[in-house]
């Protein structure tokens, strides 16, 4: 499966639109893009999902280059309840269920 | 529609002991996969199960199995318990079959090993 990277750490406002960018060289033909919130003491929750260009549901946008190798997960005017985890993760989940979570990207929203 | 129901939510144990961690998926979900997240890291896979049989296994002792039930329910066991198991456990669900459907996950049961 393919490893991911993406940062670990950034910080935003209130209000703010927030760009957290994951690569993911290894990506192969079959891969979704998933990506992930956590809060603390919660399981993760399914943001959004794409394949290639652009997905778009009613609490982000996921970007993704046609070569595939990176993507971009948009959250537009965040809000101090986005503050999480933020995961990315690449695979065929229907194949084995199995996803490899990397650290993740912990948004720090302030006010 | 009530979603990934796992129990116990809190669970503190003894090292040696067994512990068994139950999940319901959600109505129509045949597979269940088992997680397992350490503070402060991302979930590391430990099984998944699909029409009671292990689809996939992550690297884990034997210490850990699982098993699925007739109505898709799962278990969780874990033998001898080392305090390195305190953890949360997760558990998600997912229709298989079905071109990349998304994991759910319950909230998951926190095990202190003490």
């Known amino acids: 499966l393919a490893k991911t990277t993406q940062p670990i750490s950034m910080d935003s406002y209130e209000g703010q639109e927030v760009n957290i960018t994951c690569s993911h060289n290894n990506i192969a033909t079959n891969d979704y893009i998933t990506w992930y919130q956590q809060f603390p003491s919660q399981g993760p929750r399914f943001i959004i999902q794409?394949?290639?260009t652009k997905v778009t549901n009613e609490v982000a946008s996921l970007f993704i280059p046609a070569d595939r190798k990176s993507s971009t997960l948009s959250l537009p005017r965040v809000s101090l309840s986005d503050t999480a985890v933020y995961y990315c993760l690449v695979g065929d989940v229907s194949n084995t269920g199995k996803l490899i979570f990397g650290q993740g990207t912990t948004l720090q929203v302030k006010p | 529609d009530a979603g990934v129901t796992q129990s116990p939510t809190h669970l503190i144990k003894t090292r040696g002991q067994h512990v068994t961690l139950r999940c319901s998926p959600i109505s129509g979900h045949k597979s269940v996969s088992w997680y397992q997240q350490v503070l402060g890291q991302g979930p590391q896979f430990i099984f998944q199960y699909y029409e009671k049989e292990e689809r996939g296994r992550g690297n884990f002792p034997d210490r850990f199995s699982a098993r699925q039930f007739p109505n898709y329910s799962s278990e969780l066991n874990v033998n001898a318990l080392l305090l390195g198991d305190s953890a949360l456990y997760l558990c998600?669900?997912?229709?298989?079959?079905?071109?990349?459907?998304?994991?759910?996950f319950g909230n998951g049961t926190r095990l202190t090993v003490t």
């Open positions: 794409g394949y290639k």
């Open positions: 998600a669900s997912s229709l298989i079959r079905v071109d990349n459907s998304p994991l759910h």
